[in-house]
């Protein structure tokens, strides 16, 4: 696997501007946005990242999931997944394209965690955070297995050294 960096975002329910000022300030080698944008798949806002449908995204050209084989990640919004309740799921599904990583969003909520060897990564909601932490990204660093979350105004929340979970 190749070191790479991504810049990971979900959740920002139509508002404009702030998923390219993130993109702008951290852009990754891959730039992935986990759904709920509430854009078209072709909005200019868009471009630059890999997307996935969310379940309030109504444009079908989004697609359900997707795995980067380069990164070893798997990513998908969910609620496919019912991840509200667990991400065990979410982590056999992962497990199925022999990935490392498995990126949702849906619950806005910013959280890392390894479920059975595999690191779930939410990067929580950049638009209406429901955690602990204010509004929210991530970008992970695959060489390291670090991943810090970010707030909107591009300051360290937490860095998570994921062999560590």
């Known amino acids: 696997m ?3 960096r991504l810049l990971i975002i979900s959740d920002n329910h139509g508002e404009q501007g702030i998923s390219y000022d993130a993109y702008g300030r951290n852009a990754g080698d891959l730039n992935i946005h986990l759904g709920d ?8 806002e868009m471009s630059h990242f890999n997307r996935v449908k969310g379940n309030v995204d109504g444009d079908t050209r989004y697609p359900i999931e997707e795995y980067n084989d380069e990164a070893k990640a798997f990513y998908t919004h969910g609620h ?3 991840i509200k309740k667990g991400r065990e799921m979410l982590a056999e599904r992962a497990r199925e394209y022999e990935a490392k990583y498995a990126f949702y969003g849906h619950s806005h909520i910013a959280k890392a965690k390894n479920i059975s060897g595999i690191y779930c990564i939410n990067p929580g909601s950049i638009s209406q955070s429901k955690g602990q932490w204010p509004e929210s ?9 670090t991943v810090i979350f970010y707030d909107r105004s591009h300051q360290v929340l937490e860095e998570v050294d994921l062999a560590k979970l």
Do not use: G, K
């Open 2 to 4: 190749i070191p790479i």
């Open 37 to 44: 944008s509430e854009f078209h798949y072709d909005d200019t």
């Open 80 to 82: 496919y997944y019912d």
């Open 137 to 145: 990204y991530a970008v992970l660093d695959t060489e390291t297995d």
